[in-house]
């Protein structure tokens, strides 16, 4: 309720660890639905998490990546694109 309560003017919203687990260490779908949801609602344009475990090295690569591309003008869906494949392109992580 308190997301909903914020009005957001962002392009993005990055959440770095994307699990909302239940008691049983499972993605919640419920939970992470509602916080995109209450994130959009609230004026988020976009919003970037992960539904499974990421390396922190990988992590730091990929979003380094995502956000030199973004200060560069690259567009949101390309520079996370961008940062996607050169991750699977490194070979520490492929």
């Known amino acids: 309720a308190d ?3 914020l009005k957001l003017r962002a392009r993005l919203v990055v959440l770095n660890s994307g699990y909302t687990d239940d008691r049983a260490g499972r993605i919640n ?3 992470v639905v509602g916080l995109t949801r209450s994130l959009l609602s609230a004026g988020a344009q976009c919003v970037l998490f992960s539904l499974w475990p990421v390396p922190d090295q990988a992590s730091k690569l990929l979003m380094k990546t995502l956000y030199t591309a973004l200060l560069d003008g690259v567009r949101v869906t390309k520079a996370l694109s961008l940062a996607v494949r050169t991750v699977q392109t490194t070979a520490q992580f492929s």
Do not use: K, M, R, S
Request: glycine content about 16%; overall charge negative.
């Open 29 to 31: 779908t419920d939970g």
């Open 3 to 5: 997301i909903l309560n």
